[in-house]
């Protein structure tokens, strides 16, 4: 009876896990998917490299302050994983960052879904990845799912006219940015596999302490070669309410929220959310009097059914592999 009870126990603590993971990669990519219109708008007054580095310089002082009030100065060792952490962090704080709305600006208003939709490709890349070089072929399973969240994603963008869509990638230099950018988010999102035993709290600052330095020294090269200009008072004050909001919801709390859910539901699992991205992006345009149309609603209801089909599928996949280790030990009880 002991027994029996203690299984019903782990199995709803797990369960309470995965829904707590899943809850915190979701408002991860809505707050992702808000960005790309807010950061449109703040580019009409600053170039995208002061922009992201401000905006992760805030959240990078947040982040030690949290860090060393919760763990202490001992958290901020790097026990020989220095390489590591900057190769991430770079991977993240400048190369995702920084390329991600470089691209954008230079495409102009068609950028902004231009860079949403190319997030929703961060699971067919991961499992590429995986792939190639980790030799582990996905279950068939998901990748349908993965599949089928794409094209979802593809009605919301498109709305059925795929014309529309390649046109908006006919300036092959900033689409190919920000595919560079989605792939360094990736490779950080795989990262975070490497620290286990580290909370995601210590992982998320010293990738973004080394990642924002990388992120300073390019800025500061694009400075003085004269491509960019460092931002005066008056741009700083017209743009405070877009980097207050970038600071703090797809700064601060997306990235730990990301960082936590990665390390409950694994990052293949997680990845699949990114496809809210571009729903949320198309969802924060019609605040600004877009029509929703069916196939915004069709698209919608495949990425979230694929979203709740992989779970469940992981799930059972999960339960089955135990059973054949519970009845063997029920058998050695009995």
């Known amino acids: 009876m002991n027994l029996i009870c203690l299984r019903k126990v782990g199995r709803w603590k797990v369960s309470k896990n995965v829904l707590f993971g899943a809850i915190l990669c979701f408002i991860a990519a809505v707050s992702w998917g808000a960005m790309f219109p807010v950061a449109h708008a703040a580019f009409k007054h600053i170039d995208p490299f002061y922009f992201t580095l401000i905006r992760y310089g805030a959240v990078t002082v947040i982040l030690v302050v949290l860090l060393l009030w919760k763990e202490g100065k001992q958290a901020f060792r790097l ?57 582990k072929r996905p279950h068939v399973f998901t990748f349908l799912c993965v599949i089928v969240s ?111 859910g990665v390390s409950i539901l694994s990052p293949i699992n997680a990845l699949l959310f990114i496809n809210f991205v571009p729903v949320t992006t198309l969802l924060v345009s019609v605040f600004q009097g877009y029509q929703i149309t069916v196939f915004d609603l069709v698209g919608t209801v495949l990425i979230i059914l694929s979203l709740v089909s992989n779970n469940l599928f992981v799930r059972l996949q999960k339960k089955a592999s135990k059973q054949p280790v519970q009845t063997k030990l029920h058998q050695r009880i009995s």
């Open 79 to 135: 026990e020989g994983k220095g390489l590591h952490l900057w190769f991430f962090g770079t991977m993240a704080f400048t190369v995702y960052n920084l390329l991600i709305f470089w691209g954008e600006d230079l495409l102009g208003e068609p950028g902004v879904m231009v860079a949403s939709i190319m997030e929703s490709l961060m699971p067919m890349i991961s499992i590429v990845i995986v792939w190639m070089f980790f030799h």
């Open 150 to 260: 794409f094209v979802g994603a593809m009605f919301v963008i498109t709305k059925g006219d795929m014309n529309s869509f390649l046109r908006a990638t006919d300036d092959f230099i900033p689409t190919m940015l920000i595919f560079v950018a989605v792939v360094g988010w990736v490779i950080y999102t795989m990262g975070g596999s490497e620290f286990r035993g580290w909370s995601a709290l210590r992982y998320s600052t010293l990738t973004c302490i080394l990642g924002t330095f990388t992120s300073l020294v390019v800025v500061i090269g694009a400075t003085m070669v004269g491509y960019i200009s460092i931002p005066t008072s008056e741009v700083i004050l017209a743009t405070s309410p877009h980097l207050l909001f970038m600071i703090i919801f797809p700064g601060l709390i997306a990235l730990l929220g990301w960082n936590i």
